[in-house]
């Protein structure tokens, strides 16, 4: 009889034992999740904050530059320059860029807008320089009495990846006597060209270089952007 | 239903242009008293340049942008600047647009008045202007029916 009591007793005890350790695991367990919640939870505010700094500081920063493109066009537009068409100005302009930055800024990439707009104007002489060229190469077709035309549609995929640097090259195509963009869908270039020398001229893929170098895009994003963008690379390379 | 273009030269362009549109349309109305131009040429420019929105981006893009709500409301509020210029010089002491008269608030002498009158009215005009052309242009491309319920049948 008492045999039975004490092993009942130390039954309930060992019972005890185990629903106490299966509380403290269960308490332990849950002040871990809530620690960890509470960390996940204070990084996320703070990335947050970061982002949203970063952000609140990429649309201040649009916003100046459309006022300033706006402000620039309008000073050129008015001619008035007293005070009180100048505050006209800047209260438009400051409309406008508010309500069309994103439109003027759709895609910005990493690139420096200074390195962009310098190597734009570089490249107008060689653009210039190529339509001149080709003038003359169709003024020979339409003058001489045989006709040597050969149209025919070429078509190529770009390396180009934004729409911009897509127009850019679909209108410098379009500019070149001898050449027509006839469509740009899906990244594939369809160009009419008058002969060969013309096709032929275009699938050398120089101007889609040169374009590719201006936006910074392709195979151009790394070596010269880093030479051209900072000083200390660009002294290396004088030496 | 007016959708958006798939070409992207026509779109990058148009996206291009359309701010440039804008200041010119601003420029029109804000020199109306100087040279050639005025609300309703300025007016018609703005509405342009949200109409080639609609034809480059397609109707739902621009709907966010520009809600028919916030049109009716710039419509009417040109009406309403445009006829409460009028009406101030009625209870000053003149004749309908007769802006003349605002000198007595503005103090600045009766020229300076009349211009600052003129373009008080041409602003008004101008909002007027782009914003019924804008709702003619939502009408044709909805069908005449509200933008909410065409939104609610392509859900």
């Known amino acids: ?239 | 239903m007016t959708e958006q273009s798939d070409d992207v030269i026509v779109k990058t362009l148009s996206r291009l242009l359309i701010p440039f549109m804008q200041i010119y349309a601003l420029y029109v109305i804000a020199h109306g008293h100087y040279s050639p131009g005025g609300g309703f040429q300025g007016g018609v420019i703005l509405g342009a340049s949200i109409i080639l929105l609609v034809i480059t981006y397609g109707l739902d893009n621009t709907l966010r942008r520009m809600t028919e709500r916030l049109n009716t409301i710039l419509c009417s509020a040109g009406v309403f600047i445009y006829g409460g210029i009028g009406l101030l010089c009625l209870i000053l002491g003149g004749n309908y647009l007769d802006y003349a008269e605002l000198d007595q608030i503005l103090h600045v002498g009766v020229a300076q008045a009349r211009s600052l009158g003129i373009l008080g009215v041409e602003v008004g005009v101008g909002l007027a202007v782009m914003a019924v052309m804008i709702s003619i242009f939502f009408d044709i491309s909805t069908g005449g029916l509200p933008s909410e319920k065409i939104e609610g049948l392509k859900d």
């Open chain 1, 1 to 239: 009889m008492e045999v039975t009591i004490l092993v009942h007793a130390t039954d309930e005890s060992f019972k005890i034992l185990e629903d106490a350790r299966e509380r403290a695991r269960q308490v332990l367990d849950t002040a871990a999740r809530l620690t960890s919640e509470t960390q996940s939870v204070h990084r996320k505010r703070v990335e947050e904050i970061f982002k949203g700094a970063r952000q609140t500081k990429a649309e201040v920063l649009k916003f100046v530059a459309a006022f300033l493109i706006m402000f620039g066009f309008w000073l050129l537009l008015s001619g008035h320059y007293d005070l009180f068409h100048i505050s006209l100005g800047v209260l438009c302009c400051g409309l406008v860029s508010h309500s069309s930055q994103d439109l003027l800024f759709a895609n910005p990439r990493a690139g420096d807008m200074r390195v962009i707009v310098k190597r734009f104007f570089t490249y107008v002489p060689w653009l210039i320089y190529q339509i001149a060229i080709s003038n003359l190469h169709v003024a020979r077709l339409a003058l001489s009495p045989s006709m040597p035309i050969d149209p025919e549609i070429i078509t190529f995929k770009t390396k180009l990846e934004s729409d911009i640097s897509m127009v850019t090259l679909a209108n410098s195509i379009t500019l070149t006597p001898g050449t027509i963009t006839i469509d740009v869908k899906d990244g594939v270039y369809y160009v009419h060209a008058v002969s060969k020398k013309t096709a032929e001229d275009l699938m050398t893929g120089e101007m889609e270089d040169k374009v590719a170098h201006i936006f910074m895009e392709a195979d151009h994003v790394y070596v010269q952007d880093v030479l051209d963008m900072s000083p200390i690379f660009g002294a290396l390379r004088k030496i």
